[in-house]
């Protein structure tokens, strides 16, 4: 059973820089086929692919964050971290790290996910 656990701080302030971090047991972020994401969900809002780092460790950022956004992995502690510069209080919601396919920027269809954790921007 793979599970994934993020962790990271619950309270930024703005135009700080957020780091989260999902550290994944029961399978390895390089096994082949499968692409590990980041998600976002804002309150009353639809979830958001944020981007995710590949089984290779290609990257890839959802366009609306390119440049603010960046993915890392650290394949010795079988852990990927979010980096988001610049953040703002629009950035506040739940955070969760997910593993999916290559398509899985779009379907948003992952077949383990993270219990999420909480981000909230504030000054």
């Known amino acids: 059973q793979v599970q994934l656990q993020e962790s990271g701080p619950g309270l930024v302030k703005p135009s700080q820089t957020l780091s989260l971090t999902c550290t994944v047991s029961?399978?390895?972020?390089?096994?082949?086929?499968?692409?590990w994401s980041w998600v976002r969900q804002a309150p009353g809002k639809r979830q958001e692919w944020i981007g995710y780092i590949s089984y290779s460790g290609s990257t890839d950022i959802a366009p609306s964050l390119r440049g603010r956004a960046s993915i890392s992995r650290d394949t010795s502690g079988n852990r990927f971290t979010l980096r988001l510069n610049s953040v703002t209080p629009e950035d506040t919601g739940v955070y969760y790290c997910?593993?999916?396919?290559?398509?899985?920027?779009?379907?948003?269809?992952?077949?383990?996910r993270g219990r999420g954790t909480q981000v909230t921007v504030s000054s």
């Open positions: 029961g399978g390895s972020i390089t096994s082949y086929y499968y692409y």
């Open positions: 997910a593993r999916g396919d290559r398509a899985s920027d779009r379907t948003l269809e992952y077949d383990y």
